[in-house]
Nanobody, 117 residues
Framework: QVQLVESGGGLVQAGGSARLSCEASASIISSSNMGWYRQPPGKQREFVARITRGGFTNYADSVKGRFTVSRDNVKNTVYLRMNSLEPEDTAVYYC???????????WGQGTQVTISS
């Protein structure tokens, strides 16, 4: 059983910044690839960012240059720093472990991020 809890969501003005956190109930961050995903209202869930256990990162084109994913293995936490937020970034943001096939496996409950224009 893996338990992931996202936090840090809320209401942010366009152009502002926020940082999301994903805390694991066990020391799995250091041994897992981790991903961030989001689901805008009325749309499908989409990939946002990923960080491997080796520290390699990749991002969706829509957030490149604005979002940064990082991890703290001591705190067993993955972060998503979001800058220059736009109304189009409004979504429920989820973190997840990424399995051996490169797909999300265990999911957190999500945290709502709303960007006002």
């Amino acid at each position: 059983q893996v338990q992931l809890v996202e936090s840090g969501g809320g209401l942010v003005q366009a152009g502002g910044s926020a940082r999301l956190s994903c805390e694991a109930s066990a020391s799995i961050i250091s041994s897992s690839n981790m991903g961030w995903y989001r689901q805008p209202p009325g749309k499908q869930r989409e990939f946002v960012a990923r960080i491997t256990r080796g520290g390699f990162t990749n991002y969706a084109d829509s957030v490149k240059g604005r979002f940064t994913v990082s991890r703290d293995n001591v705190k067993n936490t993955v972060y998503l720093r979001m800058n220059s937020l736009e109304p189009e970034d409004t979504a429920v943001y989820y973190c997840a472990t990424v399995d051996l096939l490169g797909r999300p496996s265990y999911w957190g409950q999500g945290t709502q991020v709303t960007i006002s224009s």
